[in-house]
């Protein structure tokens, strides 16, 4: 026992001690004051900096889990064996007393050891008990219950384990215990299926039993607090549900009646119950959405499955849209959660989209099948515009069906899409898949071959004229959702264009299949540029209608002479009335946008015209289809701005001359080359009036070389005296001219052509003297040179810098 003085002498007691930690420390106060000024009068040792210890690469906690789990699974292996080789060697009393007492210790161990605060070891022992009771089960069987089948057995022994051990997890004793719980739920995964398997209830008990477990284990995790019984159940209700959805869909696809397909409906039925009750415990959040758009699909796929049954193939897709969109009269119910609501709407959305997908082989095939008559023009008339279509392509199975489709959805996005921002979306859906269902309709009832060409130049009418009358509405005033007050202002531009670009997609296929009969081709070309051209008098469809107008037009050409029998080169004469028309409208268009979409449609098909010309040969032709495009171009040029088409102006008609010149079998270079030097050098003589400044390189420069260098060239190879006796006398006026005005670029170029003629002219004399005089006298007259040069070399510095200073007070 611990003895207390009294009061009095243990204040005493207390005062001795201080007065002694007093003189103690004034003790040390002073040694210490000693050490300092013996440390300062001698040099410090170094002495090496303390090395830190190791940090430990595993924690206490973790390395005792480790050791408990290893402990825990050695014990088990030492069980097992002990189950599996020892078993026989004992008597039923004693296997019993063994396993049972065994069993029934490692259970209690958990209590005092929770006692004690060993929590992570009472959790250990827990499992291994949890594993020892696995054990007894099993050495149950092989003993006493060898006849009971497997399946069933198994079946029971789950049960009753999962009740044992939800009850060992909820004693008071063992509560805190985080093992058995999850185990147990475990354990509960294996009765109702492994019982349907034994019962022998075939595919729709066992999903009925996959989805009944799923549906538990959703209770579970929606009605208990602890964490790991919530992952637990919350990991077998999406795996086994996953399950049991995967094989109810298989057979209510595969069902072959009215019955199957009706028992199949019930397991996905109840899998859509199971996902909207759940739904609407998690009444927010996106788990809650993702459940009830599931709910959504299965049900749809209930219903479909159901329907197929009864229904040809060809309304499946159908089936199953009604049964889609159905689902949209659930999103008016008030008393089901939003979320719930929402995931409806966004499950019937989706049904919507697939039916739009199985649509899309039949519109492809629409849109590109007639491209292959591009190969077999004018090769007869199909019998049905499916024919025509389906030229090159099988036409798809089952697509009697598929204008129904697209117009159902559109009549759902034009009645049940009201809300503000997204009413100018749905209506450019509805647009889209009107404009599908009139483009499908005629290959899908194999209509005459006429009239489908009547109905696709129908569609396209009306695609322009909804591209030309829609028109923006205006933006409310309410700043309350200023995002939902700004969408129908953009939306509604983005609707005539989307109707702009469905008028030319029809056009496409109607221009490809009227390739099938030359009066069809003729007739439908000119219908499209009447309709295009037409549409180009709305200011904001002529950027895209105006080019496609000129586009057809050329076409037509091509085609009506064609029809006419005329020849490329003669083809090329009308085709070259659709630049004049570019040319003209471009001019009335003035800075719109169409401005540049329409010339350059204008260029492309002179370009055609210049290629027809030029394919066949004829040069003549090709020489007047080349003055006629300088024409077009030089009529353009005259708009201020497009000035810099002059250039282009002028080396068109120097190509139509070069190509007239070689159609006579012209061979004089001058005839050639004079043609661009007269415009060029007039052009640099009004520049050099306009701005005096101008360099005569480069008013003159170019006009001048075009003609003197081949003229020179020609000239060198030429064995007769008259053109070298014109290009002198022309190079020493231009000469002449170059001193008289005082420019450097007529004076340079025309002194050394006259130089080099002269050279050219005398070089046959030089060689015969050459040849006639001794072979020193050349060294000797060099040397003489050199010489005469040094001797008058400062002259000649000064005479040298005269002439610089000349040239370059020229211009």
């Given at each position: 026992?611990?003895?207390?003085p009294?009061?009095?002498?243990?204040l005493?007691l207390?005062?001795?001690?201080?007065?002694?930690?007093?003189?103690?420390?004034?003790?040390?106060?002073?040694?210490r004051?000693?050490?300092?000024?013996?440390?300062?009068?001698?040099?410090?040792p170094?002495?090496?900096?303390?090395?830190?210890?190791?940090?430990?690469?595993?924690?206490?906690p973790?390395?005792?889990?480790v050791?408990?789990?290893?402990?825990?699974?050695?014990?088990?292996i030492?069980?097992?064996?002990?189950?599996?080789?020892?078993?026989?060697?004992?008597?039923?009393?004693?296997?019993?007393?063994?396993?049972?007492?065994?069993?029934?210790?490692?259970?209690?161990?958990?209590?005092?050891?929770?006692k004690?605060?060993?929590?992570?070891?009472?959790?250990?022992?827990?499992?291994?008990?949890l594993?020892?009771?696995v054990?007894?089960?099993?050495?149950?069987?092989q003993?006493?219950?060898?006849d009971v089948?497997?399946?069933?057995?198994?079946?029971?022994?789950?049960a009753?384990?999962?009740?044992?051990w939800?009850?060992?997890?909820?004693?008071?004793?063992?509560?805190?215990?985080?093992?058995?719980?999850?185990a147990?739920?475990?354990?509960a995964?294996?009765p109702?299926?492994?019982?349907?398997v034994?019962?022998?209830?075939?595919?729709?008990?066992?999903t009925?039993?996959?989805?009944?477990?799923?549906?538990?284990?959703?209770?579970?995790?929606?009605?208990?607090?602890t964490?790991?019984v919530?992952?637990?159940?919350?990991v077998?209700a999406?795996?086994?549900?996953?399950w049991?959805?995967?094989?109810a869909?298989?057979?209510?696809?595969?069902?072959?009646?009215?019955?199957?397909?009706?028992r199949?409906?019930?397991l996905?039925?109840l899998a859509?119950?199971?996902?909207?009750?759940?739904?609407?415990?998690?009444v927010?959040?996106?788990?809650?959405?993702?459940?009830s758009?599931?709910?959504?699909l299965?049900?749809?796929?209930?219903l479909?499955?159901?329907?197929?049954?009864v229904l040809?193939?060809?309304?499946?897709?159908?089936?199953?849209?009604?049964?889609?969109i159905?689902?949209?009269?659930?999103?008016?119910l008030?008393?089901?959660?939003?979320t719930?609501?929402?995931?409806?709407?966004?499950?019937?959305?989706a049904?919507?989209?697939?039916?739009?997908?199985?649509?899309?082989?039949?519109?492809?095939?629409?849109?590109?099948g007639p491209?292959?008559?591009?190969?077999?023009?004018?090769?007869?008339?199909?019998?049905?515009?499916r024919?025509a279509?389906?030229v090159?392509?099988?036409?798809?199975?089952?697509?009697e069906?598929?204008?129904?489709?697209?117009?159902?959805?559109a009549?759902?996005?034009l009645?049940?899409?009201?809300?503000?921002?997204?009413?100018?979306?749905?209506?450019t859906g509805?647009?889209?898949?009107a404009?599908?269902?009139?483009l499908?309709?005629?290959?899908?009832?194999?209509?005459p071959?006429?009239?489908?060409l009547?109905?696709?130049?129908?569609?396209t009418?009306?695609a322009?004229?909804?591209?030309a009358?829609?028109?923006?509405?205006?933006?409310?005033?309410?700043?309350?959702?200023p995002?939902?007050?700004?969408?129908p202002a953009?939306?509604?531009?983005?609707?005539?264009?989307?109707?702009?670009v469905?008028?030319?997609?029809?056009?496409?296929?109607?221009?490809?299949?009227?390739?099938?009969?030359?009066?069809?081709?003729?007739?439908?070309l000119?219908a499209?540029?009447?309709?295009?051209?037409?549409?180009?008098?709305?200011?904001?469809?002529?950027?895209?209608?105006?080019?496609?107008?000129?586009?057809?037009?050329?076409?037509?050409a091509?085609?009506?002479?064609?029809a006419?029998?005329?020849?490329?080169?003669?083809?090329?004469?009308?085709?070259?009335a659709?630049?004049?028309?570019?040319a003209?409208l471009?001019?009335?268009?003035?800075?719109?946008?169409?401005?540049?979409?329409?010339e350059?449609?204008?260029?492309?098909?002179?370009?055609?015209?210049v290629?027809?010309a030029?394919?066949?040969?004829?040069?003549?032709?090709?020489?007047?289809?080349?003055?006629?495009?300088?024409?077009?171009?030089?009529?353009?040029?005259?708009?201020?701005?497009?000035?810099h088409?002059s250039?282009?102006?002028?080396?068109?008609f120097?190509l139509a001359?070069?190509?007239?010149?070689?159609?006579?079998?012209?061979?004089t270079?001058?005839?050639?080359?004079?043609?661009?030097?007269?415009?060029?050098?007039?052009?640099?003589?009004?520049?050099?009036r306009r701005?005096?400044?101008?360099?005569?390189?480069?008013?003159?420069?170019?006009?001048?070389?075009?003609?003197l260098?081949?003229?020179?060239?020609?000239a060198w190879?030429?064995?007769?005296?008259?053109?070298?006796?014109l290009?002198?006398?022309?190079?020493l006026?231009?000469?002449?001219?170059?001193?008289?005005?005082?420019l450097k670029?007529?004076?340079?170029?025309g002194?050394?052509?006259?130089?080099?003629?002269?050279?050219?002219?005398?070089a046959?004399?030089?060689?015969?003297?050459?040849?006639?005089?001794?072979?020193w006298?050349?060294p000797?007259?060099?040397?003489?040179?050199?010489?005469?040069?040094?001797a008058?070399?400062?002259?000649?510095?000064?005479?040298?810098?005269?002439?610089?200073?000349?040239?370059?007070?020229?211009?």
């Amino acid at each position: 026992m611990t003895h207390f003085p009294p009061p009095a002498e243990e204040l005493r007691l207390l005062d001795l001690e201080l007065r002694q930690l007093d003189a103690r420390r004034a003790q040390l106060l002073h040694r210490r004051a000693w050490l300092v000024t013996a440390l300062q009068a001698t040099p410090r040792p170094i002495t090496p900096a303390p090395v830190a210890s190791p940090r430990p690469e595993a924690s206490a906690p973790r390395v005792q889990n480790v050791l408990l789990v290893l402990g825990g699974v050695l014990l088990t292996i030492a069980a097992m064996a002990f189950t599996l080789v020892s078993w026989g060697h004992m008597g039923i009393a004693g296997r019993a007393l063994v396993l049972g007492g065994v069993t029934v210790a490692v259970l209690a161990a958990p209590v005092p050891l929770l006692k004690h605060g060993l929590r992570s070891t009472a959790e250990a022992v827990a499992g291994l008990g949890l594993a020892l009771t696995v054990l007894d089960a099993y050495a149950l069987h092989q003993v006493a219950l060898t006849d009971v089948d497997p399946t069933g057995y198994v079946a029971a022994a789950s049960a009753v384990l999962a009740a044992l051990w939800a009850a060992y997890g909820l004693l008071p004793r063992t509560s805190e215990l985080r093992l058995p719980l999850p185990a147990a739920l475990t354990a509960a995964q294996l009765p109702l299926v492994l019982w349907a398997v034994a019962a022998d209830a075939g595919l729709y008990g066992v999903t009925a039993a996959v989805l009944v477990t799923a549906g538990l284990d959703t209770g579970v995790a929606l009605k208990v607090p602890t964490g790991s019984v919530r992952i637990t159940a919350a990991v077998g209700a999406y795996g086994l549900g996953a399950w049991g959805v995967w094989a109810a869909g298989w057979l209510s696809w595969t069902a072959t009646g009215p019955s199957a397909a009706a028992r199949a409906a019930a397991l996905l039925l109840l899998a859509a119950g199971i996902a909207v009750a759940a739904a609407r415990q998690e009444v927010a959040g996106k788990q809650a959405v993702g459940l009830s758009v599931t709910a959504g699909l299965l049900t749809v796929a209930a219903l479909g499955g159901t329907a197929r049954s009864v229904l040809p193939d060809a309304w499946t897709v159908p089936a199953y849209l009604v049964c889609g969109i159905a689902l949209l009269a659930a999103v008016r119910l008030e008393r089901l959660p939003e979320t719930v609501r929402g995931g409806f709407a966004r499950a019937s959305v989706a049904v919507q989209g697939l039916a739009l997908l199985w649509t899309l082989p039949v519109l492809g095939i629409s849109l590109v099948g007639p491209v292959a008559w591009a190969e077999q023009v004018w090769s007869g008339t199909p019998g049905s515009v499916r024919e025509a279509v389906a030229v090159d392509a099988p036409w798809p199975p089952d697509a009697e069906t598929v204008p129904v489709v697209l117009a159902v959805v559109a009549v759902v996005l034009l009645l049940a899409v009201r809300n503000a921002v997204w009413r100018p979306r749905a209506l450019t859906g509805v647009l889209v898949t009107a404009w599908a269902t009139a483009l499908v309709l005629p290959p899908v009832l194999e209509v005459p071959y006429a009239v489908g060409l009547v109905a696709l130049a129908l569609t396209t009418a009306g695609a322009l004229a909804a591209a030309a009358w829609i028109r923006p509405s205006e933006q409310p005033e309410t700043a309350e959702e200023p995002a939902e007050a700004t969408a129908p202002a953009v939306a509604f531009p983005t609707s005539r264009a989307t109707a702009t670009v469905l008028a030319l997609l029809t056009s496409l296929p109607l221009a490809f299949l009227s390739l099938t009969a030359e009066a069809a081709t003729l007739a439908v070309l000119a219908a499209l540029t009447a309709l295009f051209a037409a549409a180009s008098w709305k200011s904001h469809l002529a950027p895209v209608t105006a080019p496609t107008a000129l586009a057809y037009a050329t076409a037509l050409a091509c085609a009506t002479g064609a029809a006419a029998g005329w020849e490329p080169q003669y083809i090329a004469l009308p085709v070259l009335a659709v630049p004049v028309a570019a040319a003209l409208l471009a001019l009335r268009l003035g800075d719109a946008r169409a401005t540049i979409p329409v010339e350059v449609t204008g260029a492309l098909a002179a370009l055609l015209a210049v290629g027809l010309a030029a394919a066949a040969a004829d040069l003549p032709m090709l020489a007047l289809v080349l003055a006629l495009c300088g024409v077009i171009t030089a009529g353009t040029a005259i708009r201020p701005d497009r000035r810099h088409l002059s250039y282009a102006s002028a080396a068109l008609f120097v190509l139509a001359t070069w190509v007239r010149l070689a159609a006579w079998d012209v061979g004089t270079p001058e005839a050639y080359t004079l043609p661009v030097s007269v415009p060029a050098l007039l052009v640099g003589a009004l520049r050099r009036r306009r701005d005096p400044e101008v360099p005569s390189w480069t008013a003159y420069g170019p006009g001048l070389a075009a003609t003197l260098v081949p003229s020179l060239l020609t000239a060198w190879s030429d064995a007769h005296w008259t053109r070298p006796l014109l290009l002198g006398l022309a190079a020493l006026a231009v000469t002449l001219l170059g001193a008289r005005h005082h420019l450097k670029a007529p004076l340079l170029l025309g002194g050394t052509v006259l130089a080099l003629d002269a050279l050219h002219e005398l070089a046959p004399h030089i060689a015969q003297v050459t040849d006639a005089l001794p072979r020193w006298v050349p060294p000797a007259l060099a040397g003489l040179l050199l010489l005469a040069i040094g001797a008058t070399y400062e002259q000649r510095l000064r005479d040298a810098r005269k002439m610089r200073d000349f040239l370059g007070n020229m211009h």
